[in-house]
Nanobody, 112 residues
Framework: QVRLVESGGGLVQAGGSLRLSCEAS?????MSWYRQAPGKERELVAA???????KYGDSMKGRATLSREDGKNAVGLQLSSLTPEDTAVYLC?????????WGQGTQVPVSS
C-alpha cells in the first residue's frame, strides 16, 4: 500500500501561480498529476517515472512544470498563468509495479 498526501491547493486569482506537492509514504516507480473539473473527464497534467524526465498532457502544456523533491518520495507541480478553466480537483497517482494508488486530491479554484 502507498499513502499519498497532496497539498498546496487553494484559491488563486486568474493569471496567478501555484505550487502543488504530493508526497508518497514509500518509494514508487512513477508519480503523476491529473485533474478533474466538475462535469468533465479526468485528464493528465504531467507524469514522471522516478529518475526519469517528465511528460506533459495537452491540458496545461507550457504552464505546468513537474519536478522531483530532493530527499523525499515526492513531486512538486508548479502551475502558472492560471485561468478559471483550470479550476479542478488536482489528483496525484503513483505506481508501484503494476498497481496504481491515488490520493484524495487538492482543490484549485481559480477566480476571474
Amino acid at each position: 500500500q502507498v499513502r499519498l498526501v497532496e497539498s498546496g491547493g487553494g484559491l488563486v486569482q486568474a493569471g496567478g501561480s501555484l505550487r502543488l506537492s504530493c508526497e508518497a509514504s514509500r518509494s514508487t516507480s512513477s508519480m503523476s498529476w491529473y485533474r478533474q473539473a466538475p462535469g468533465k473527464e479526468r485528464e493528465l497534467v504531467a507524469a514522471m517515472p522516478m529518475g526519469g524526465t517528465p511528460k506533459y498532457g495537452d491540458s496545461m502544456k507550457g504552464r505546468a512544470t513537474l519536478s522531483r523533491e530532493d530527499g523525499k518520495n515526492a513531486v512538486g507541480l508548479q502551475l502558472s498563468s492560471l485561468t478559471p478553466e483550470d479550476t479542478a480537483v488536482y489528483l496525484c497517482p503513483a505506481r508501484v509495479l503494476f498497481s496504481a494508488y491515488w490520493g484524495q486530491g487538492t482543490q484549485v479554484p481559480v477566480s476571474s
